[in-house]
């Protein structure tokens, strides 16, 4: 075996100086032993005037909280602990190093407990994650635009708002060329308020998506759009399909959603979970365009609530509704 070399006695020392984390040391009565560069270079206290002090008489602000909890039980139970970062980001007022000020750096921390002949220790390390937590902020807010530019709906993963709105603009200038049919359909889940306060927001999101599924799967041609409108609403674009033919569609959405038999809670209008459809037919005199469609879908879908829930009702023009 060949010998090593001799440590030098200084390295140590040196190694800590070195360290790009910060290295604190306490003893069993929470007095500073040990205070490495990294730590005064970022709080602006130097070794030599934090030795021998009580950690949480220099930062008081930390008596109570999660670091001193941690500290305690690490020396009670012999057993390492860490902070969680999300909920303890910076714990000690520490900034870049040279800055003096500014935002505080976000802080990993970990407490060891070690044993050193006969006295308990613990030792503290602080790593700098201001970079890592910047980037996830950033990898956040970049995936939260790309949601929005998407087209598909986050939870039920049928079209969204905006696909809807392109589809149905698209679709009306088709049937405005070609002077063609087209229905839209506007629905919402009956008293679903009661659904969520009943069973919580969790299962509501989940009904949600059961209700978008089966909704979805009932539109079989290619050119039909089902898209959740918003909250508890969806919607669906039906070319080529007149009145008459949506509020059959229509209708048969109606009972399959009821066919799930979904248990609904005690305060709703149903036992189980049902729907209200409003139906409006593309009209090249009086509905022409999206927003008079929408708004005429939105009054049945108004009236099928009045009229108790669980119905289609199809807008009728003018003339018909005179008559
Ligand atoms: N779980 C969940 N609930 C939602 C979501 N979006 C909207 N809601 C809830 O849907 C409920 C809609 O309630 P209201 O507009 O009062 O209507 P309703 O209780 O369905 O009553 P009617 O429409 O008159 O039958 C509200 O409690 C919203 O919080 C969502 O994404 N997830």
């Known amino acids: 075996m060949t010998e090593s070399a001799p440590v030098p006695h200084q390295l140590p020392a040196r190694v800590l100086g070195l360290a790009q984390l910060g290295l604190i040391v306490i003893d069993a009565d929470m ?13 602006g206290k ?19 909280q999660r670091l001193e909890q941690a500290v305690l039980s690490a020396m009670q139970s012999n057993l390492p602990q860490t902070l969680s970062p999300a909920l303890n980001p910076s714990p ?27 006295e308990r220790f613990c030792l503290i390390e602080v790593s700098d994650i201001s970079a890592i937590v910047g980037r996830e902020r950033q ?9 929005a530019q998407s087209y598909v709906d986050g939870l039920t993963g049928i079209a969204n708002r905006r696909h809807f709105d392109v589809a149905l603009d698209r679709e009306l200038r088709r049937a405005q060329r070609n002077d063609g049919q087209l229905s839209l359909l506007l629905m919402d889940i009956d008293s679903f308020k009661a659904y969520n306060d009943h069973f919580g927001h969790q299962q509501g999101d989940a009904c949600l998506t059961l209700v978008a599924e089966a909704f979805a799967s009932m539109l079989q041609r290619p050119a039909d759009l089902a898209a959740r409108y918003g909250g508890e609403e969806f919607a669906a674009v039906l070319p080529d399909t007149s009145c008459e033919q949506a509020a059959q569609h229509a209708e048969a959405i109606r009972a399959k959603i009821a066919s799930l038999n979904i248990t609904h809670a005690p305060a709703a209008t149903r036992p189980h979970v049902t729907m209200s459809i409003g139906v409006a037919t593309f009209d090249k005199d009086q509905l022409n365009e999206g927003a008079a469609m929408l708004a005429a ?21 003018q003339q018909e509704n005179a008559a």
């Open 297 to 317: 879908a939105d009054s049945c879908l108004y009236a099928a609530k009045k009229a108790g829930r669980d119905c289609v009702i199809v807008y009728r023009h």
């Open 46 to 64: 130097s070794s030599h005037r934090v030795l021998g002090q009580d950690l949480f008489d220099l930062y008081g602000e930390l008596r109570g």
């Open 92 to 118: 000690f007022p520490l900034y870049p190093a040279g800055s003096w000020g500014g935002e505080r750096v976000e802080q990993a921390v970990s407490v060891t407990p070690f044993n050193e002949g006969k």
């Open 139 to 147: 990898l956040r807010s970049q995936a939260e635009a790309l949601r």
């Open 31 to 43: 007095h500073i032993v040990m205070w490495n560069q990294w730590m005064a270079s970022r709080s």
